[in-house]
């Protein structure tokens, strides 16, 4: 399944007519946030694929256009707070960055540890069913100690950190970590979690052992 993920940064190459060439073999978006809503639904529009999405400290809670006011892009799945079975590959997310200031899609270590524990059932149920918790987990914020940077606006959360060291999914796909040099790591190997800072566009192969997608061909949840 190829994956092509979104974060932070409006790329020109993207949001133009060429996007339906260069991404054609796309199954599946993921956004990590701080994307203008109308980016999300012209890249909806032009491939015609899936998107599953979480906002970012940066998103606004209606985005106003002469195509209406949302609180979400048309046609796009939130994943904050949610685990999901796509096509035998499970996926769950949640949104926001460490509050630093008032606003939404903002909170504290305390508040993420809540968010995540509220995963736990589902992710249990998971491994029950399936004999795997998580394979996808996609944030805007990254893990505490992988990718973060020491100013306070940019730390990560420790809960992250957990979750990938007990779920284990393959992989963790984030943004909020703004790249300027090519000297920047962005992908990670913690434990058993591949984790990618996706900042601007990532594609990335995803192929699990013992997972057999179903229906990768169709284009349609």
Request: glycine share 8%.
């Amino acid at each position: 399944m190829q994956v092509l993920s979104l974060s932070d940064k409006v790329i020109d190459f993207i949001y133009a007519s060429e996007i339906q060439e260069r991404f054609a073999e796309v199954d599946l978006v993921l956004g990590c946030g701080d994307l203008p809503y109308y980016y999300l639904e012209f890249v909806i529009d032009a491939l015609d694929v899936p998107i599953f999405f979480v906002r970012g400290n940066h998103d606004n809670t209606v985005e106003y256009s002469q195509r209406g006011n949302r609180t979400a892009p048309l046609g796009a799945v939130d994943l904050h707070g949610q685990v999901v079975n796509f096509r035998g590959y499970l996926l769950a997310g949640l949104e926001g960055s460490l509050r630093y200031k008032r606003g939404p899609f903002m909170y504290s270590q305390r508040e993420m540890w809540w968010n995540v524990f509220k995963l736990v059932p589902r992710l249990l149920a998971n491994r029950m069913i399936y004999g795997r918790a998580l394979d996808i987990f996609i944030s805007h914020a990254p893990p505490a100690g992988i990718h973060d940077q020491e100013d306070f606006t940019h730390r990560g959360f420790r809960a992250f950190r957990w979750l990938l060291e007990v779920f284990k999914p393959a992989y963790h796909l984030h943004g909020h970590i703004h790249v300027y040099s090519n000297t920047t790591v962005t992908e990670s190997r913690h434990q058993d979690t591949t984790v990618i800072n996706t900042y601007g566009y990532r594609l990335t192969n995803i192929g699990l052992e013992g997972v057999v997608p179903k229906d990768v061909a169709t284009r349609n949840l």
